[in-house]
């Protein structure tokens, strides 16, 4: 049911306000393949040891979720968004400050993940509640706001770092992602603000005027209080007392019963469904940024050019994520059936990628990869808040992040193995997009049953009304 605030004005320019938010505290994140190359040639480490940033920074981001999520019982959206921009901007200055690899690592993983994650979990519980038939266009404009920043500030960031150094370009990340706090002050949550005018009705309502005197002088008696002749027993006789024993319970069985029934969700195969496909996302939305620069740079081309690989990238990513709400929304097809095509457009990509050698051949195949990340990008919160409820939405998004942060810590020796072991980023792309082809065939499956499964419904439906039409006289 639509509520009042739901795609308004307002909704819009909160998607605006939130695409904002999401484009200043992901711009490490957008350009990892950048700032990869140069966290190696800085420190002298390896691939698998420079990879750890990154993916320590989503891990903490996701398990972080949980922590908002009953932060969220206590604290609005608003003070969680600008807590998180305050520590993205802090983990920043800290890194430029404390110059060491190992100080650097923590510092992006766990103090810039904490604030990532803090704005994650608010941007996708304030979206989902102002929209509700456009939600996954308002979803495609909240995460075009990081893909903006891919289309320039990569190469803009290798020549900053070539002209300043690491340590103080860590410093202008800092200051540019205080931009963030602007945005911050918009999400305040409509639950919160009707709640706030329910209290401040039932406020009025207690501070009414008391009747006077007069009026409760005029009030009409009470009537008499009600007694129940007590029953004779049918043998004459008076009715053996029963004893009556009581059963104290301090509720602790209830508490835990309760406590056990909010994760219920679990136990749906479809939670299960958008688990699996978030670990794919998760896996393919990191490792392509932090590798593609270092794959093309392979191939013999410059730096700068391999720079490029993320602008196309961003290309088709964008593309896909406004693409996407117009052809949700409008219901032209199921989300399964959606998920299933968007998941064979993403395992092609990954196929066809590292099979280019030349640079005007890898161009299409990063935007076709692009772009099909790009759709599924708006789709995991929509699914939450579709299948699962909206008011579920901050435990089953926090477990969910989770679930996909405990996954990711696998990403730096998956990265490890296939290029310093195998010595072959091939393998791995081949491996993400066989992952991928699985996710399309199981969400194929899912479509497949779910409209068999309708379609003796939609017959008897048609069968009755058909009916209906034709002979009036029994209605």
Aim: with cysteine; net charge positive.
């Amino acid at each position: 049911m639509e509520k009042s605030y739901q795609d308004t004005p307002r909704s819009w320019a909160i998607a605006v306000a939130c695409a904002w938010n999401f484009f200043w505290l992901t711009i490490v994140n957008r350009s990892a393949g950048v700032m990869f190359i140069c966290y190696q040639q800085e420190f002298g480490i390896n691939r698998q040891e420079a990879s750890w940033a990154f993916s320590l920074m989503d891990t903490v981001s996701s398990f972080s979720v949980i922590f908002c999520s009953i932060l969220y019982r206590y604290v609005d959206t608003r003070p969680i968004s600008a807590m998180g921009v305050l520590l993205v901007a802090m983990g920043y200055f800290f890194c430029c400050l404390i110059y060491d690899v190992i100080m650097v690592t923590i510092v992006l993983g766990v103090i810039v993940g904490l604030g990532q994650g803090m704005m994650y979990f608010s941007n996708a519980i304030i979206i989902n509640q102002y929209f509700l038939k456009n939600r996954v266009s308002g979803n495609g404009i909240y995460f075009a706001g990081g893909t903006l920043g891919s289309f320039f500030v990569p190469p803009v960031l290798f020549k900053v770092v070539q002209w300043c150094g690491l340590r103080y370009t860590f410093l202008i990340l800092g200051a540019l992602a205080l931009n963030g706090w602007a945005a911050s002050i918009l999400l305040k949550s409509p639950l919160k603000m009707m709640k706030e005018r329910q209290k401040t009705k039932e406020k009025a309502l207690e501070n009414a005027r008391p009747p006077t005197p007069e009026e409760i002088k005029n009030m009409p008696p009470p009537p008499p209080p009600y007694e129940e002749n007590p029953q004779k027993s049918p043998l004459g006789k008076a009715a053996p007392e029963e004893n009556t024993y009581v059963i104290e319970s301090n509720g602790t069985v209830e508490k835990l019963y309760s406590f056990a029934a909010q994760f219920d969700f679990l136990l749906k195969p479809i939670y299960a469904m958008i688990v699996l496909s978030g670990i794919g996302f998760s896996f393919s939305f990191v490792i392509y940024p932090v590798t593609a620069v270092d794959f093309v740079s392979e191939k013999g081309y410059s730096s700068n050019t391999a720079a490029l690989i993320l602008t196309t990238f961003s290309i088709g990513d964008i593309s896909g994520r406004l693409l996407i709400g117009s052809i949700s929304d409008r219901r032209y097809m199921g989300r399964d059936t959606m998920m299933a095509a968007i998941y064979f457009v993403w395992s092609l990509g990954w196929f066809i990628f590292p099979l280019c050698n030349k640079f005007e051949h890898l161009v299409p195949a990063s935007v076709l990869l692009g772009f099909g990340i790009g759709c599924g990008t708006p789709l995991y919160t929509v699914l939450l808040a579709d299948y699962l409820g909206i008011e579920k939405m901050p435990l089953t998004f926090g477990v969910y992040r989770m679930l996909l942060g405990t996954a990711s810590l696998a990403r730096p020796f998956c990265i490890g193995f296939f290029r310093d072991t195998m010595k072959s980023y091939k393998a791995m792309y081949f491996t993400l997009g066989s992952y991928t082809f699985l996710i399309a065939c199981m969400w194929l499956i899912t479509a497949t049953i779910t409209r068999v499964r309708s379609r003796p419904s939609e017959v008897r439906l048609t069968t009755h009304s058909g009916s209906g039409r034709s002979d009036p006289a029994r209605w």
